[in-house]
């Protein structure tokens, strides 16, 4: 049997954490887990996968003699909380994880999150190994060292820095996902080039469309791209607290209204978050109206996505969450990538972040 490629690619942390990407790549895992010391291996997976996607999985690792316990959680935005963290940690425990084990966590960024979140904290860190299922994670949320929960108030309040020994990402697992959720994930991909590289963001543009016909022809070769978009911001602030910060783009809105509309994809309220941020640097005299009229072409025409706060998300509402912001620094005002120009963030006195005062945000915010 041929083998299939595999490609190696790196997010810049050190020690190393590579990112291996390929179509069709999941039987070579086993023999790239066997390159590593343990005890015993642990599958952490999402219900809804755990007959399509981690039984296979585990079937094919105890074949290649690595010992494997399969522990499923909960799936959905509302689960990414102290209660699941606190039962997948209690449960890995009496499962028989030890200093010496290896998580696997298969699924999307919520059980991304929860696995590498518990994983950090168990026995003071013990390794996991990231193999997302969603073209979401595949393409953004494994480039990051982040893990966390969501508190009461908000998103991602409650997490930290803890690599994952490396992504095994196979683009097979996504010809399973949902189209909508393919779009959320494509959302992340324009905002790489809106604030890094107007020509990607060009490029990518004109593949897009409501049916994803361009995508889905050349999976692997996208998800290759919108990954190296990413890792290009990434390469010099892989850990995102200096200049990679710029991803945040459109997230301090977007978080507040994913979080309060609940059943809302994250990069659909990314996007919704990124076109209030351009309305927010219009009305500062930042942000150039053409900004927002490519965002809300790509966004709303290729994409048919909304672009627009949802009705049942009332300004107040979204100030309240975003004065819990994980990132806030100041009561009075609230920091926003805004562009100068497609390809270009906003430097604010050497720092990419503007401050925005809430009166302003409150206008723009009753004006979306």
């Not at 048919?304 to 004065?323: A, E, K, M």
């Amino acid at each position: 049997m041929a083998r299939v490629p595999l490609i190696e690619l790196t997010t810049g942390l050190r020690p190393a954490s590579p990112y291996h990407l390929g179509d069709g790549i999941t039987d070579l895992l086993p023999d790239h887990l066997a390159r590593h010391d343990f005890d015993e291996l642990f599958l952490v997976c999402g219900e809804g996968i755990r007959d399509l996607l981690a039984k296979p999985l585990a079937r094919r690792l105890s074949d290649a003699q690595l010992p494997v316990t399969v522990l499923t959680v909960p799936e959905s935005e509302g689960n990414k909380s102290w209660t699941r963290l606190t039962e997948l940690c209690e449960r890995l425990v009496h499962a028989g994880a030890t200093k010496q084990s290896i998580i696997l966590a298969l699924g999307g960024g919520m059980v991304s999150n929860l696995t590498g979140l518990a994983a950090g904290l168990l026995y003071r860190g013990v390794r996991y190994v990231d193999i997302p299922t969603t073209l979401l994670s595949l393409t953004d949320g494994t480039l990051s060292n982040k893990q966390a929960i969501n508190g009461r108030g908000g998103k991602n309040q409650f997490g930290l820095y803890h690599a994952p020994l490396f992504v095994w990402a196979d683009v097979a697992h996504l010809r399973t996902e949902r189209p909508v959720n393919h779009k959320s994930g494509l959302v992340e991909a324009v905002k790489n080039g809106l604030i890094d590289d107007s020509a990607w963001f060009d490029r990518l543009a004109a593949q897009l469309t409501p049916d994803l016909a361009a995508v889905h022809d050349d999976l692997l070769g996208v998800c290759r791209r919108i990954v190296e978009s990413k890792l290009r911001i990434l390469a010099t602030d892989p850990s995102e607290r200096e200049r990679a910060v710029i991803l945040e783009y459109g997230h301090t809105v977007g978080h507040a209204t994913e979080f309060l509309c609940g059943d809302l994809p994250h990069g659909v309220a990314v996007g919704i978050g990124m076109c209030l941020a351009a309305r927010v640097g219009m009305r500062l005299g930042i942000t150039p109206p053409e900004v927002l009229e490519k965002q809300e072409w790509v966004l709303g025409e290729r994409l048919g996505l909304p672009t627009r706060i949802p009705p049942n998300c009332t300004p107040d509402q979204i100030l309240n969450v975003i004065r819990t912001d994980n990132k806030r620094r100041s009561s009075e005002e609230t920091q926003l990538i805004l562009l100068d120009a497609i390809g270009r963030v906003h430097d604010s006195d050497g720092t990419f972040e503007t401050p925005v005062p809430e009166s302003v945000l409150k206008i723009v915010l009753q004006e979306s």
